[in-house]
């Protein structure tokens, strides 16, 4: 019951203050400036561990890309399209993701599974005061 109860929590928070404000981040670049890029630093992208390399205002720009973003089966060196902010290009993203709907899905995921687990939590809890109850009469 209390690991049903603390994986419904902790999906929740993921959900919550990670997943969706990670969506929202990956929509607001979409009016960014567009650039070529190539993959710098490869990993788990939607964990944010994925660099990209560009040319923004005439000078070399190496940038984290956010969490929730697509791409991390390719190779470094491979080529993609990034949209980042004019005033600060360390702000990017990868063409594919702007319209946040690799981040969306994992929010609605890990929200959808701690319902779950918070369901089969109250369940169990339900199940022990009903036998308790039972036991004391």
């Known amino acids: 019951m209390l ?20 969506a929202e981040h990956l929509r607001s670049l979409r009016d960014g400036a567009q650039a070529q890029a190539t993959l710098h630093t490869s990993g788990a992208c939607m964990a944010g561990q994925c660099e990209v390399k560009f040319d923004a205002g005439g000078r070399t720009v190496v940038a984290d890309l956010p969490v929730g973003s697509g ?18 290009p ?20 890990s929200g959808g599974a701690a319902v779950l687990f918070l369901v089969i939590a109250g369940a169990a809890a339900f199940y022990l005061a009903r036998q308790r ?5």
């Open 3 to 22: 690991m049903s109860l603390a994986l419904g929590l902790l999906l929740g928070a993921l959900s919550a203050l990670v997943m969706f404000p990670a």
């Open 71 to 88: 791409g991390g089966k390719r190779s470094v060196g491979a080529a993609m399209t990034v949209r980042y902010q004019a005033d600060d």
């Open 90 to 109: 360390q702000v990017v993203a990868r063409e594919d993701d702007v319209g946040g709907g690799g981040a969306a899905l994992l929010a609605w995921m």
């Open 133 to 137: 109850r039972t036991r004391n009469r």
